[in-house]
C-alpha cells in the first residue's frame, strides 16, 4: 500500500539513493552508479536535503516521502520561492513505480500544501533530458518560462494554483497514465 507523509531524518539516505538510481538510468554518467553518488555526494548538489529541515519545513514547505510498505520508493517537496510562489523540488519515484499514479498524488499533497499557504503559482526547474517528467508536468498543467534563476540549462516550468485547480482533473489525469 502506498503512503504519502512528512520526511524523516532516517530517511534523507535513502531518499538521495533513490534520486542518484533514477538519474542515472536517465542520464546515463560516465562511471559506476557508485560513483556517481560519490560525486554527487562531494558536490553538494543534494545538500538542501541533508538541511531539509531549515530549507523546506522551517520555510513555510514540505518534503513528502513515498512508501510501499514502508519501503521508501519516491519523495517530492516545494519550497516558499517567494510571497506568492513556491518551488517544486526533489520529484523523484522509482520507474517501476512511474506510470500508476503515484507521482500525481504525490504532486496533488504539494498543491493542496501549496494552496493552504496561499502560494498562487509553483515554478519548477528541470533538465531537458527528463522527457518523462516533462510531459507529466505538461499533463498536469505546467507550462514553461522564461529561467527564474542564474541556470538557463534547465527547463523552468510554472503553474497557475488559482481558478480552475490545475491538476485536479484526476479521471483525464489517471486515463492518460494508464496509455
Known sequence: MIKIRPIRTNEIRSAKYIILKVAYGIFGWDGTFEESIQHFESSGKLEDMDNFQSEYFDRDGLFLAVLDNENLIGCGAIRKMGSQAAELKRMWLLE????????????????????KKGYMRVCLQTSPQQTRAIDFYHRVGFHEIPSYNSDTSELSMEIMLTGTNPGKDSSSFQQQEAR
Open 96 to 115: 517501476s513505480y512511474q506510470g500508476q499514479g503515484v507521482g500525481y498524488r504525490v504532486l496533488q499533497e504539494l498543491f493542496d500544501f501549496a494552496r
